[in-house]
């Protein structure tokens, strides 16, 4: 089985949006980013998913954040099924929005310094440990396979 998810990390002033997420199918209570499963109409559009998953847990719309940018694709095999998740990367421009309300947990803005001391999913971790070592200054999109030591990053290339 093949379960294909996406997730967003907004950023506001040094600070990142994570969700402390309870009742998932599939990941034990922890923080992650904002997301989910695809819909029907979105296998093939990851970004839709993270744009309508984004809205739905937050009330952040794609009006109140700069450019929307894919940049890390991670593949790990978990309860014998392949998962495929989708990281995007967003500033928040509306600094008015209110996340004191969501329906699968409780939303937090975290000091970037902070974030990789919560108890977060493996794969969201090691993309979030990446992005902050190395990521975060450039603009590459990095592929990702999940190993027992970590997740094995590359620049995935077109050529």
């Not at 967003?8 to 209570?29: A, D, T």
């Not at 070592?133 to 030591?149: E, R, V």
Request: aromatic share 10%.
């Amino acid at each position: 089985m093949l379960r294909n998810m996406t997730s967003i990390y907004v950023i506001s002033n040094n600070k990142i949006l994570l969700l402390y997420r309870v009742g998932s199918r599939v990941v034990e209570p922890s923080w992650c980013g904002i997301g989910g499963h695809f819909e029907k109409d979105e296998l093939n559009n990851p970004r839709a998913c993270v744009i309508r998953e984004l809205f739905e847990e937050t009330g952040i719309t794609e009006n109140d954040i700069g450019s929307v940018k894919l940049r890390y694709v991670t593949l790990r095999k978990k309860n014998n099924e392949i998962r495929q998740n989708y990281y995007y990367f967003a500033e928040l421009h509306n600094t008015d929005i209110d996340i004191s309300k969501c329906d699968e947990g409780t939303l937090e803005w975290i000091e970037i310094g902070q974030v990789l001391n919560r108890v977060m999913p493996f794969t969201a971790k090691e993309c979030l440990r990446h992005y902050l070592a190395i990521g975060k200054d450039d603009d590459k999109l990095y592929a990702g396979i999940a190993t027992t030591s970590g997740v094995d990053f590359i620049e995935l290339q077109e050529f």
